[in-house]
């Protein structure tokens, strides 16, 4: 029996895994000025490394993107394992470094936050496209979805990098066949991009106000 339930674990893909934990994600706002509002930073850390196994399995075209989730990541997770409690609220960890006046410093946590959800911007946007056009070039569908989430955040030397990682951007099959399960019909695929899509947008959304409240929204990179 637990041979089996372990096989079944075993065979789901990293977007029936999204799926799963961001379904349990409840966010909590406050209902004075004595409260903050409660964001779980826990399944926004899975749901990245979920991204970099995608990018793993995709190959080395994505390896300065995900580089640059997985250091992002690293940062948030060296924090909270200091104070599980504390900084389970990725909130809190906006309060702390606004008070230490370290939250717009490049290398801040606040700021590891910040671009992990662009970067999870970015993908919803791009899973969503996908979804509505399966059949359109995947080169075309990352750089329409770039622009519109990431681009005008980005300096000119992002932006010089992207192009160049636009060119090497893979296939469809290879894309579908990284996030899909093995003989998954595109319907089924598709379904669970949709999914997806609701759990995540209106918590990518709350994040996002969080972010404007502590006036980190316009920082750009290089």
């Given at each position: 029996?637990?041979?089996?339930?372990?096989?079944m674990e075993k065979k789901k893909t990293e977007l029936q895994t999204a799926i799963e934990?961001?379904?349990?994600?409840?966010?909590?706002?406050?209902?004075?000025n004595t409260e903050t509002t409660h964001i779980p930073l826990r399944p926004l850390l899975?749901?990245?490394?979920?991204?970099?196994?995608?990018?793993?399995?995709?190959?080395?075209?994505?390896?300065?993107?995900?580089?640059?989730?997985?250091?992002?990541?690293?940062?948030?997770?060296k924090l909270y394992e200091t104070d599980h409690c504390g900084y389970s609220n990725l909130?809190?960890?906006?309060?702390?470094?606004?008070?230490?006046?370290?939250?717009?410093?490049?290398?801040?946590?606040?700021?590891?936050?910040?671009?992990?959800?662009?970067?999870?911007?970015?993908?919803?946007?791009?899973?969503?496209?996908?979804?509505?056009?399966?059949?359109?070039?995947?080169?075309?569908?990352?750089?329409?979805?770039?622009?519109?989430?990431?681009?005008?955040?980005?300096?000119?030397?992002?932006?010089?990098?992207?192009?160049?990682?636009?060119?090497?951007?893979?296939?469809?099959?290879?894309?579908?066949?990284?996030?899909?399960?093995?003989?998954?019909?595109?319907?089924?695929?598709?379904?669970?991009?949709?999914?997806?899509?609701?759990?995540?947008?209106?918590?990518?959304?709350?994040?996002?106000?969080?972010?404007?409240?502590?006036?980190?929204?316009?920082?750009?990179?290089?």
């Open positions: 029996m637990k041979r089996k339930r372990y096989e934990e961001l379904s349990l994600v409840t966010i909590t706002k406050p209902v004075d899975s749901f990245c490394n979920l991204i970099i196994q995608v990018l793993d399995r995709i190959g080395p075209t994505m390896a300065v993107l995900r580089q640059d989730i997985d250091q992002n990541i690293q940062r948030l997770e909130v809190e960890i906006l309060n702390k470094e606004r008070n230490e006046g370290t939250h717009k410093m490049v290398t801040s946590c606040s700021r590891a936050l910040l671009w992990l959800t662009r970067t999870m911007d970015f993908s919803v946007a791009l899973l969503r496209l996908l979804s509505k056009e399966m059949s359109s070039k995947m080169e075309e569908l990352v750089e329409e979805c770039y622009m519109a989430t990431l681009k005008p955040h980005h300096g000119w030397i992002a932006s010089a990098a992207f192009k160049v990682c636009l060119k090497i951007v893979p296939d469809n099959k290879t894309f579908m066949d990284a996030i899909g399960a093995r003989d998954q019909s595109y319907e089924t695929l598709r379904e669970e991009i949709d999914t997806l899509s609701s759990l995540l947008t209106p918590i990518l959304k709350e994040i996002s106000i969080v972010l404007e409240q502590y006036g980190l929204n316009r920082l750009k990179s290089m």
